[in-house]
């Protein structure tokens, strides 16, 4: 029997009970929209204020606040969906996962990118209006979907390739590795994960001590960058956690088979919505300026009525 056979297996046989199921779904969807509830306010405030929507930082800011969200609404449809239906349609599915994984790997690959504009913005501050434009930024949020898109999308050409169109009118445990069964499109992830991995590392890694070293001189930016790169990482780390997610799940399934269905919850709490709910902190609630118009117009909002 294959992993996915054995997962749909396992959740079959130690489904939860209707209490507990309520109990998970409640915490996630409350937590869902209370991320989403924040991430909405910050991208009406970035849209509100030219200042940000002119600034290379704050876009590349708010693209991961959008593209946090998408993750967010996708990957608790699926969860709420999976409790209340079990199985999807696989072309219904299929349209799903390539949402998540796009806007998965978009995730690092931003941070990436956040990390070297810190970088130039501290190490070379004369050139960093030349270099870091608005139009370079957008072709640069450009590059981070279409990477990720020429990731994901010849999973879904090895499956029209290699299984009847039947399988498509099917149902399905809306998982990754039901949708898209075939051997080589899972060793196609590992590889990409583990390129992904050593790329978006080394340049948090060269971008910190980069920035550490200029924080030496005792510049107050300096530090304030360094100290961002550094929650850069943490969140970084914890969405690179889902690189590792299938093995974890391999390794859950062999070892604590009865309680598979709560090991699955508590890694989607900590890959899918632990990591989202850091952006907010790093430059909404950290950044002088953000916060400050933010925090204008709720108290604008708050007193019109």
């Known amino acids: 029997m294959n992993v996915s056979a054995a997962n749909v297996s396992v959740v079959l046989q130690y489904r939860d009970s209707f209490t507990k199921a309520v109990t998970k779904n409640?915490?996630?969807?409350?937590l869902g929209i209370s991320i989403n509830?924040?991430?909405?306010?910050?991208i009406h405030t970035f849209r509100k204020h030219q200042i940000f929507y002119m600034n290379p930082r704050y876009i590349l800011f708010i693209h991961l606040v959008v593209n946090d969200m998408i993750v967010l609404t996708?990957?608790?449809?699926?969860?709420?969906?999976?409790?209340?239906?079990?199985?999807?349609?696989?072309?219904?599915?299929?349209?799903?996962?390539?949402?998540?994984?796009?806007?998965?790997?978009n995730t690092p690959l931003n941070l990436a990118c956040m990390a070297v504009e810190c970088y130039i913005a501290i190490c070379f501050p004369l050139h960093h209006m030349q270099i870091c434009t608005v139009k370079r930024t957008s072709m640069l949020i450009g590059l981070i979907w279409m990477t990720s898109i020429v990731s994901g999308l010849p999973d879904l050409f090895i499956t029209l390739a290699t299984e009847p169109l039947d399988f498509f009118h099917t149902q399905v445990f809306c998982?990754?590795?039901n949708v898209f069964?075939?051997?080589?499109?899972?060793?196609?992830?590992?590889?990409?994960?583990?390129?992904?991995?050593?790329?978006?590392?080394?340049?948090?890694?060269?971008?910190?001590?980069?920035?550490?070293?200029?924080a030496k001189?005792?510049?107050?930016?300096?530090?304030?960058?360094?100290?961002?790169?550094?929650?850069?990482?943490?969140?970084?780390?914890?969405?690179?956690?889902?690189?590792?997610?299938?093995?974890?799940?391999?390794?859950?399934?062999?070892?604590?088979?009865?309680?598979?269905?709560?090991?699955?919850?508590?890694?989607?709490?900590?890959?899918?919505?632990?990591?989202?709910?850091?952006?907010?902190?790093?430059?909404?609630?950290?950044?002088?300026?953000?916060?400050?118009?933010?925090?204008?117009?709720?108290l604008c909002r708050v007193s019109k009525p």
């Not at 509830?37 to 910050?42: C, D, G, P």
């Not at 449809?77 to 998965?104: A, D, E, G, Q, R």
Request: charged share 15%; glycine share 2%; hydrophobic share 50%.
């Open 26 to 30: 409640v915490i996630v969807v409350v």
């Open 37 to 42: 509830f924040i991430n909405a306010n910050l």
């Open 74 to 105: 996708l990957t608790i449809t699926l969860f709420v969906v999976s409790y209340i239906l079990f199985k999807l349609n696989v072309s219904i599915c299929c349209v799903i996962v390539l949402l998540v994984i796009f806007t998965t790997e």
């Open 175 to 177: 998982l990754r590795e």
């Open 181 to 214: 069964p075939h051997p080589v499109t899972i060793k196609k992830r590992d590889i990409t994960y583990s390129l992904f991995l050593v790329i978006v590392w080394l340049t948090i890694f060269y971008t910190y001590f980069k920035i550490l070293f200029t």
């Open 217 to 298: 001189t005792a510049s107050k930016d300096a530090k304030k960058a360094r100290n961002t790169i550094m929650l850069h990482g943490i969140q970084l780390l914890l969405c690179m956690s889902s690189y590792a997610t299938p093995q974890l799940k391999e390794a859950l399934l062999r070892w604590f088979p009865k309680n598979y269905a709560d090991s699955l919850f508590a890694i989607y709490i900590t890959v899918q919505i632990l990591p989202r709910s850091i952006s907010p902190i790093i430059y909404g609630f950290r950044d002088n300026t953000f916060r400050k118009y933010l925090k204008n117009d709720l």
